[in-house]
């Protein structure tokens, strides 16, 4: 159940309870695609990382180890030793990034594995069936995820195609939590918003959403090829669409920045790879902008990655010695680096909650929404 606490302006501030704990509103849902985070970060490191919800990949867990074999091991939860929520994406985004490997129809769609080559299906009931063996606190309905720019009526056809999906997500998950083995009766269910960049195909597209009554609504379909005030563009568009009452997610975005500026048009839910897969190659965000760890500056630098950053990196190790790790070819420099960029997307949101709780949310954009994009 999603409690709106206070607005100032659009941004929202909230709560989010789920069988699996409350998650204050607005969140960064950290990556985990294969029940793990990239550069070594274990599920033990998230709780000291401040992480509310975890993000796990339905393609990629049912190829392997395989839901099945989850749900022998008890569930993602106990499999992966994480208490707190899970949100599992439906395998829709992988219509999308595997393109050249799929066949979309009517029923679903048929993939050729990534890794093997081998027949794959996955339609509406599938991708709850699997999310269902994973148990996840939250499954994300499947859809098509349409690249940008898109035909007006390849993009009309696929979302009406995608409502038709998402019926049938919703039966198929009642379905499922009133089964007997089922390991969460009370997994959630969000619905996807798509319709390319067309502002008529999104509008309707949300409004046909909406009357399915579900646990929350996502904007899908940016951040994949749109300009970033493209992107804003669209968020502003939908935002009327979206029940009040209901979470709002923005998938797959994305910088410091960009959260900013979609809080402050009204989205509480936020996943992306990048504080991760920039750590492992040496980039970091700070407070003061974007560093690039292994510059011949650091070197000899003796001072912490963010002088106001009390993560565990910044209190034990100075960037003279991450810079060397990574020079080194260390696994450690990825790790460290990891550990300190998701710490800051925490404590990032965790600032939004504040300044918005403490009706500042307007002065603490005005000052951070551009500086945390300066490259230093």
Known sequence: MYTLLKNEGKARRGQLETVHGTAQTPCFMNVGTAAAIKGGISSLDLVELKCQIELCNTYHLHLRPSDKVIKEMGGLHKFMNWSRPILTDSGGFQVFSLAKLRKIKEEGV?????????????????SMQIQSNLGSTIAMAFDECIENPAEHDYAEQSCARTVRWLARCKEEMARLNSIHDTINK????????????????RISNMEEIVKLDLDGY??????????????YRIIDVVEPYMPVNKPRYLMGVGTPSNIIEAVARGVDMFDCVMPSRNARHATLFTWKGVMHVTNKCYETDSRPIDEECDCPVCRNFSRSYVRHLFKAGEMLGGRLAVMHNLYFYNTLMEKIRDAIDGGYFDKFRNKYSELLAVRL
């Open 218 to 231: 996502a904007i899908g379909g940016l951040a994949v090829g749109e300009s970033v005030e493209e992107m």
């Open 110 to 126: 048929y993939f050729s594995s990534h890794i093997d080559g081998r027949k794959i299906f996955m339609g509406p009931e599938e």
């Open 186 to 201: 009370k997994q959630m269910l969000f619905g996807i918003n798509q319709g390319s960049t067309f502002d008529d195909i």
